[in-house]
């Protein structure tokens, strides 16, 4: 069973960038798809990015292309989630998760999930 610890969230500006880190403990990370979510108070999580055991294949939402960049580096045990131009609409706790089926945008398929970091971008 793997344990995931997210962190770097933060306050930002609109415009300005965040690097969200996630580091695995416990399991074999390098078998795990990994993806990150994002959930705002009264609404289901919201699909992100997921990246592939080995980081091969990456996918994104569309509402995030072109702004989001998922990576992994399995020496380190860690996923990361670079952030660019922010909007106020980013404002969110964003979780990452592991799944042992394959990346997927879909939440229930993941099996782990971290405790969430808050990202709070002001206009």
């Known amino acids: 069973q793997v344990q995931l610890v997210e962190s770097g969230g933060g306050l930002v500006q609109a415009g300005g960038s965040l690097r969200l880190s996630c580091a695995a403990s416990?399991?074999?990370?390098?078998?795990?798809?990994m993806g990150w979510f994002r959930q705002v108070p009264g609404k289901e999580p919201e699909f992100g990015a997921a990246i592939s055991w080995r980081g091969g294949n990456t996918y994104y939402a569309d509402s995030v292309k072109g702004r989001f960049t998922i990576s992994r580096d399995n020496a380190k045990n860690t996923v990361y989630l670079q952030i660019n131009n922010l909007k106020p609409e980013d404002t969110a706790v964003y979780y990452c998760?592991?799944?042992?089926?394959?990346?997927?945008?879909?939440?229930?398929?993941?099996?782990?999930w971290g405790q969430g970091t808050q990202v709070t971008v002001s206009s």
């Open positions: 416990g399991g074999a990370f390098s078998r795990y798809a």
């Open positions: 998760a592991a799944s042992t089926t394959g990346y997927s945008t879909i939440a229930g398929e993941y099996n782990y």
